[in-house]
């Protein structure tokens, strides 16, 4: 067993992996740790390992749970830690993590099958509930804590359940994927979802309403940090916007094709949503845009040859939650940089014709004021532009408090429910 070194306090077991997940879960960790209610122990999956580690949490990985029988397991996750094509930092947690997975796996649906769905899914066809029931009956956590994640994560809350322990559901965005998951209501004694219009939608396809808890996501609580917001009001003075109405433009690519996605998109569609923006800021002189490119898209420098007063690109070493407060307004397809700005209080725009539309609900979800099309871009900009009001009730409910402490107050309050809830 790995045991517990905090004298009387409950261990809480934080679940996830990297990325935006970990910056969702680990301040509720901190705090947590922080306010002497529990003693967090984080099992730290794949990319998670290093800010976890470096945070001072008690950090675990698969490799802290093999076992004198997983010979095989560690063959197979050897062979398959030689065929990735980022080679892990930590190549034995990769190897043990790999390995367990899979041959869990092979054992659930067979040596020929569980190839197949490698072949098609690779590491998102795994759900290793053997070895998080192994985790938890080692660790006898009080409580179970994972983001909306597949794969480990989920197989954390479910084993949870089977074994009686509670457990939470951080859901980070939109809950879309994992739609049919997170509205069972076995699935996790509570959700922490972004805000009221991501609640109702899981209520209204059938979780029951005092499961699910309108959060918001801890990983955006800095976007309420007074010298960020000064860094945004600074960036907005120095470059002589502050009588205009000034739009940041938050460009995501767009797939031809996207797996289980009807349609066919048009790759071009962000371009032309920001000639549109420029022609618009050129024709009004009461515009300013920044130009805010996804990382995997070319530098809007292509655009930007001949200096305009009133039009600057945002790179993406400037900090996106400044740039936000720099701006009246943020315009968006369907990037998430969308829901960071709802959450700043910021008007939000989409603009639709995205064959990702139907992920990204953000005017029904509360996280958008309006939405346009291509061709009402132009007249929407046309004229004098007046700043609207941001601030519908369910995004006015993130000013009260932070988001960290919101999800930390259903953890105390879930803690202790067994199996049955």
């Given amino acids: 067993m790995v045991s517990g070194d905090d004298g009387g306090l409950p261990l809480w077991l ?53 076992e004198p029988g997983d010979l095989r397991a560690l063959h197979k996750g050897q062979e ?37 769905q490698y072949r098609k899914y690779g590491r998102q066809a795994f759900l290793p509930l053997g070895v998080l029931r192994r985790v938890i009956g080692s660790l006898r956590p009080a409580l179970v804590v994972a983001t909306n994640s597949p794969r480990a994560e ?19 965005l939109l809950g879309i994927w994992e739609r049919d998951t997170l509205v069972r209501r076995d699935y996790a004694d509570a959700l922490c979802v972004l805000n009221a219009g991501v609640r109702d939608s899981l209520v209204a ?8 808890h309108a959060t918001g996501n801890p990983a ?41 996605v009807e349609g066919i998109g048009d790759p071009a569609f962000p371009r032309r949503i920001e000639q549109a923006l420029l022609d618009a800021v050129r024709a009004n002189p009461a515009l300013a845009l920044w ?29 996106v939650h400044a740039c936000i407060h720099a701006s009246d307004e943020v315009i968006v397809t369907v990037s998430t940089v969308g829901v960071e700005a709802a959450i700043a209080g910021k008007v939000v725009t989409q603009v639709r014709g995205s064959i990702l539309d139907h992920l ?3 005017l029904a979800l509360g996280l958008a004021d309006r939405e346009l099309t291509l061709a009402q871009l132009a007249g929407a900009y ?40």
């Fill in 14 to 66: 934080f679940v996830s992996y990297g990325g935006g997940h970990a910056k969702a879960l680990l301040p509720v960790a901190l705090r947590a740790k922080e306010l002497g209610l529990a003693q967090p122990v984080y099992l730290a999956l794949t990319t998670a390992a290093a800010p976890v580690r470096a945070s001072g949490l008690r950090t675990l990985g698969f490799l802290d749970f093999l």
């Fill in 80 to 116: 398959l830690a030689a065929q990735l094509t980022v080679q892990a930092t930590d190549r034995q947690e990769s190897v043990a993590y790999l390995g367990l997975s899979y041959t869990e796996m092979e054992d659930r649906l067979g040596v020929d099958e569980a190839a197949r």
């Fill in 154 to 172: 989920q197989a954390a809350i479910e084993a949870a359940r089977g074994l009686g322990v509670p457990s939470v559901c951080l859901v980070d």
């Fill in 205 to 212: 396809a059938g979780r029951r309403a005092g499961d699910v």
């Fill in 220 to 260: 955006f609580d800095s976007l309420h940090d007074p010298a960020i917001r000064a860094e945004g009001a600074r960036l907005r003075t120095q470059l002589g916007w502050d009588g205009l109405h000034v739009c940041m433009y938050a460009s995501s690519p767009e797939p031809a094709h996207s797996p289980d």
């Fill in 291 to 319: 130009i805010r490119r996804h990382p995997s898209e070319a530098g809007a420098g292509v655009v930007l040859r001949e200096p305009h007063p009133r039009i600057r690109e945002s790179t993406s070493a400037m900090p």
């Fill in 360 to 362: 990204s609900p953000y």
């Fill in 382 to 421: 046309a004229g004098p532009v007046l700043a609207r009001t941001a601030g519908t009730s369910a995004r006015a409910a993130f000013a009260a408090g932070a988001a960290t402490d919101r999800v930390v107050q259903v953890l105390q309050s879930v803690q202790g429910r067994g199996r049955g809830h």
